[in-house]
Nanobody, 127 residues
């Protein structure tokens, strides 16, 4: 099991950028697929992006394709989400998440596959 702590959220104008970070504690970080999800007020939590073990496969929701980039640094036990060209509809609390240790996910995009969650970081995009 990993413990996850997000950072990097904030208030930004539309068109701006933010880089979210998620630092993990626990062993075998390199063996986990990792995901970013978000939850806007009054809405369900939704998939944003994920990255496979080793970083060879990247997944994006349509809402972020071409604007968001996920990456990981296993030496630092950290996963990142670079968000460019932000829009007011990107306003949400962003969470990083990991599946149970040892679980391999073919397509790590389903919220129900992730069992370890950070506390979230608020992203607010003003128009």
């Amino acid at each position: 099991q990993v413990q996850l702590v997000e950072s990097g959220g904030g208030l930004v104008q539309a068109g701006g950028s933010l880089r979210l970070s998620c630092a993990a504690s626990g062993r075998y970080f390199f063996s986990y697929a990792l995901g970013w999800f978000r939850q806007a007020p009054g809405k369900e939590r939704e998939f944003v992006s994920s990255i496979s073990q080793g970083g060879g496969r990247l997944y994006y929701a349509d809402s972020g394709k071409g604007r968001f980039t996920i990456s990981r640094d296993d030496a630092k036990n950290t996963v990142y989400l670079q968000m460019n060209s932000l829009k007011p509809e990107d306003t949400a609390v962003y969470f990083c998440a990991a599946p149970p240790y040892g679980r391999s996910l073919s397509f790590p995009t389903d919220l129900s596959d992730f069992t370890s969650w950070g506390q979230g970081t608020q992203v607010t995009v003003s128009s």
